[in-house]
Nanobody, 120 residues
Framework: QVQLVESGGGLVQPGGSLRLSCAAS????????MGWYRQAPGKQREMVAR???????DYQSSVKGRFTISRDIGKNTVYLQMNNLKADDTGVYYC??????????????WGQGTQVTVSS
C-alpha cells in the first residue's frame, strides 16, 4: 500500500499562483511515475503533469509554460507549481503514484483530491 497526502489547493484569482504538494509514504525511487490529474465538473479526469523516476517530466499542452512539476527526493514529495492560473484550471486535483510498493507489488494509487478554484 502507498498513502498519498495532498495539500495546497484553494481559491485564487485568474493570473494567480498556487503550489500543490503530494507526499508519498514510500521511497520516491519505488515509483515509475508520480504526478497530478484533475477533474472538472462534468468532465473526465485528465493528466496535468507527471514526473518519471529518472526525473524527466511531461505536461498537458494547456499547462505548458505555466505549470512546473518537481520533486524532493528526501521528502518523497512531488510539487506542482501553478502560475498564471485560468478559470479552465478549476477542478479537483488528484495526486497519482504508479510503481512497486514495499511488498514488491505493482500498483497505482490516488490521493484524496484537493480543490482548485480559479475565479474572480
Amino acid at each position: 500500500q502507498v498513502q498519498l497526502v495532498e495539500s495546497g489547493g484553494g481559491l485564487v484569482q485568474p493570473g494567480g499562483s498556487l503550489r500543490l504538494s503530494c507526499a508519498a509514504s514510500v521511497s520516491i525511487f519505488r515509483m515509475n511515475t508520480m504526478g497530478w490529474y484533475r477533474q472538472a465538473p462534468g468532465k473526465q479526469r485528465e493528466m496535468v503533469a507527471r514526473i518519471f523516476r529518472i526525473g524527466s517530466s511531461d505536461y498537458q499542452s494547456s499547462v505548458k509554460g505555466r505549470f512546473t512539476i518537481s520533486r524532493d527526493i528526501g521528502k518523497n514529495t512531488v510539487y506542482l507549481q501553478m502560475n498564471n492560473l485560468k478559470a479552465d484550471d478549476t477542478g479537483v486535483y488528484y495526486c497519482h503514484w504508479a510503481g512497486v510498493d514495499e511488498s514488491g507489488v505493482d500498483g497505482d494509487y490516488w490521493g484524496q483530491g484537493t480543490q482548485v478554484t480559479v475565479s474572480s
